[in-house]
Structure formats: C-alpha cells, structure tokens
C-alpha cells in the first residue's frame, strides 16, 4: 500500500506541473522530507497520507488506477492568515498574469498584504479593483480602479485570476478556491461589467503607494 501511495503521490505532483522542490516549498516541508517520504526511507505512513491530503486540497483526485486531476475543484483555507496563504500561493503561479479584486478597500489592507501586492505588481501581473465611490484611499495608479456607488459596496473580497475564484467569508477567516475556467471567465465579466459602468478616480488620498 505504501508503495503504491508513494507512487500516486509522485504522479499527482507531476499532473500539478510542479517539481518535488516547488511542491515541498508549496506545502511548507523541506525537500528532504519530501525526498525521504517518496524514496521509501521515511517509513511513517502518516507523512504520505499528509501529502496526500495536501495533494487532495489542490484538486488530485487518488483512484484505484492511479490519480487524475479535477476540472473544477475547490481548495479551502482558513484562519487568521489565510487570505496572506492565498496571495502566496498566486505569487508563485507563473500562469497568472492578471489580478482582479473585487470589493477591497485600500485603507484597511495591512502591510503584509500591500507586499504581497507589490511583488506581484513587480512581478509584471497586471492588477484591477473595484472600489467603494468615497474611497478615495488608493495606493496604485488611478487607471487601476473603479468606483461603485455605496449602496453596492460591500468589503468583502472575491478575487479572480488564471482559471480561479477565491471567495472570502465575511469574517475573512476563510477562503474558498474554485478552480473552475468557467466559473473564473463569468466572474471576471461581472468584474468587467462593474468596470465598464464604474466612476474613474480623481484623486488619491493615501500616504502610501505601490
């Protein structure tokens, strides 16, 4: 059984695109855990089964054939840090090379986000957002976002990039990852109709930029 799992899970990182060393740094462990686990050395079944279920969280689907990989498969992160955990995991995505966040508000962005926002920006990804039609609290350049009136508004943030839709809850204490191409092209033209009819920007505010 061991054997077979070592196997699949070898396969499922091959089908995510990823070399072991990417997906050890994806999911937090050392290569040479990773190495150790897949060679046999590792002898505890409970680090396979943890790679599984990482394997798992990102759409690999375990059969008695071997593994294939969902077309539309949810991820979901939680915790205080989660929303920090998702920006991780798209600044390390080389298919991205658009952002689209909807209803987020500036001013109330902590630092470790507006990095993560900065290195992607730097990183040549392309960013656009929605904002409320009183902020005027806006760190990048104006042609980056649009207003909506406030009765609309809510900061409660979706995010669209690549293939994928991340929606966070309310209590922004957990992230839901669709990664559906469908799902990601009729929310990015929601995203694009609220563009077309938004306010553009004047003006900034804020102390700080990108």
Known sequence: MSDE??????????????????FAEEIGISNAKLSKALSGETK?????????????????????????RSSGYETVLSGDNC????????????SVDELLVMFASDKISPPAVNHCYRFLRNKGVSMRQLIAADDTYIMGQLEEYRTIPEKYFTNIVTLVYGNSVAQVSGDEKRIVIYA?????????KIFNYFW?????PEASSADEKF
């Open 83 to 94: 929303y920090l955990e998702l920006l991780s995991k798209i600044m390390i995505d080389p």
């Open 196 to 200: 077309d009819h938004g306010g553009k």
């Open 5 to 22: 799992l070592r196997t699949q899970i070898s396969a499922g990182i091959a089908l995510l695109g990823l070399t072991q060393k990417s």
């Open 180 to 188: 559906d191409p469908k799902l990601a092209r009729r929310e990015g």
């Open 44 to 68: 505890s079944k409970n680090v396979l089964f943890e790679l599984k279920t990482a394997l798992e969280s990102e759409g690999i689907i375990f059969t008695k054939s071997g593994v294939e």
